[in-house]
């Protein structure tokens, strides 16, 4: 990039970071999917404090998760909060095979098997469709 087109670049720059901070799922019951969240992840549950009745984040390595039954959002409404229809992140995982046997193994529901030797989608009990790929 030339020198003029850099500082081009900089005066129109916005103030919003090109950053992810946290990924919200939306979930109906907070507890039941604390629960099943930190067993998928091997976190323990007692790093995974509910807050304010309604948000859970979960420790990760890298962009945070945060459970939530989104009560401005629909979360009150009796169906809630719209769930995730489409894979919307990636979980990371070293070894594609042995996440995909102990996804099936622990009773979570498999959607697709091992595409392109690369990944998979499964889905949370609140019908969230979730990617697991090879990092």
Same mark, same amino acid.
């Given at each position: ?38 067993? =998928? &992840?091997?976190?323990?549950? @007692? ?5 304010? $009745? ?7 390595? +890298? ?27 990636? =979980? &990371?995982?070293?070894?594609? @095979? ?5 996804? $099936? ?7 697709? +098997? ?22």
């Amino acid at each position: 990039m030339k020198a003029g087109e850099q500082e081009e670049l900089q005066k129109t720059k916005g103030p919003i970071k090109n950053k992810v901070g946290s990924l919200f799922v939306p979930v109906r019951d907070i507890e039941k999917s604390r629960e099943w969240y930190c067993s =998928l &992840l091997s976190i323990p549950m @007692e790093e995974c404090s509910i807050l304010n $009745g309604h948000l859970c984040p979960l420790p990760m390595e +890298g962009t945070e998760i945060i459970l939530d039954t989104m009560p401005m959002w629909g979360g009150k409404e009796p169906g809630g909060a719209p769930n995730i229809q489409t894979p919307a992140f990636m =979980l &990371l995982t070293n070894d594609l @095979e042995a996440s995909y046997a102990f996804a $099936g193994e622990t009773g979570v529901e498999l959607v697709t +098997g091992i595409e392109h030797d690369h990944w998979f989608v499964i889905k949370d009990p609140d019908g969230n469709l979730l990617m697991v790929a090879r990092e």
